[in-house]
């Protein structure tokens, strides 16, 4: 019985493969998505100062204040009618995302890039250890969709890595 288990599940192994290397990302450095990432950063820091009066500081800790700013975008996100576009959120998730990023990138390593995943390609980073992490859309899932994609919690999983 143990010797048909371990075959059926060595032969649903190799059915899936073609399928699990596909959705192995994969990592192209960009010194431009760097670039466009910490001006990104920027915007995010004057805008949490100027519309919620949040300060980012770049560190770790910092990042509970950016899940504070964007948990009062998810909530004007909710009840604005109509609803905000996906491309009009992006543009917020886009500078929250590159701050969560650039707090990495500063305080633990990496480098900013391209990240290709099943045939869509997106800015994302790089760990030192080899972790591939988009953080653009870590942020646009928060203002869409929630406090179930915290990026507090995202950020701590990420140092864990």
């Avoid at 996906?86 to 650039?102: P, T």
């Avoid at 870590?138 to 915290?150: C, S, V």
Wanted: proline letters at 5%.
């Amino acid at each position: 019985m143990r010797n048909t288990l371990l075959a059926f599940c060595l032969s649903l192994l190799s059915i899936m493969e073609p399928a699990l290397a596909e959705s192995k990302p994969t990592f192209t450095p960009d010194a431009n998505v760097q670039k466009v990432a910490e001006a990104y950063a920027q915007d995010a820091v004057d805008m949490a100062k100027n519309q919620f009066s949040i300060t980012l500081d770049w560190s770790d800790a910092s990042i509970a204040n950016v899940e504070k700013a964007l948990a009062l975008m998810h909530s004007s996100f909710i009840t604005t009618k109509p609803r905000p576009t996906e491309e009009q959120a992006m543009s917020f998730a886009k500078g929250y995302g590159s701050y969560i990023g650039e707090v990495y990138r500063r305080n633990h390593g990496g480098e900013w890039g391209i990240v290709s995943l099943n045939g869509q390609k997106f800015p994302g980073l790089k760990t030192k250890s080899g972790v591939n992490f988009w953080p653009w859309g870590r942020a646009l899932n928060r203002i869409m969709q929630g406090p179930e994609n915290n990026v507090a919690d995202y950020y701590r999983a990420l140092l864990e890595k």
